[in-house]
Nanobody
Framework: QVQLVESGGGLVQPGGTLRLSCAAS????????MGWYRQAPGKERELVAT???????NYADSVKGRFTISRDIVKNTVYLQMNSLKPEDTAIYYC???????????WGKGTLVTVSS
């Protein structure tokens, strides 16, 4: 089993920045993919960014150039640096862990990001 704990969400003005963190613990396979997904009110969950244990990253087109995903392998922690935030970025952000032993993977409980004046 894998446990994921997110932190760093909050209220920020348009154009501002936030840094999300997700700490993973438990039975972690060394070859894995971690990432961030988000769900806005009335919409389905969507991919934001992912990063493999080898450091290869992938981003949704809507956040390219503004968000940066990174990870600390030793700490089993993934980060999401969010710059130039827009109101449409408002959502609950969920951390995700996947390996070859998982189907849908593991999810954190989410952290709320609100971008508003």
């Amino acid at each position: 089993q894998v446990q994921l704990v997110e932190s760093g969400g909050g209220l920020v003005q348009p154009g501002g920045t936030l840094r999300l963190s997700c700490a993973a613990s438990g039975s972690i396979f060394r070859l894995n993919t971690m990432g961030w997904y988000r769900q806005a009110p009335g919409k389905e969950r969507e991919l934001v960014a992912t990063i493999t244990s080898a450091g290869s990253s992938n981003y949704a087109d809507s956040v390219k150039g503004r968000f940066t995903i990174s990870r600390d392998i030793v700490k089993n922690t993934v980060y999401l640096q969010m710059n130039s935030l827009k109101p449409e970025d408002t959502a609950i952000y969920y951390c995700n862990y996947r390996s070859i032993y998982t189907s849908s993977g593991y999810w954190g409980k989410g952290t709320l990001v609100t971008v508003s004046s």
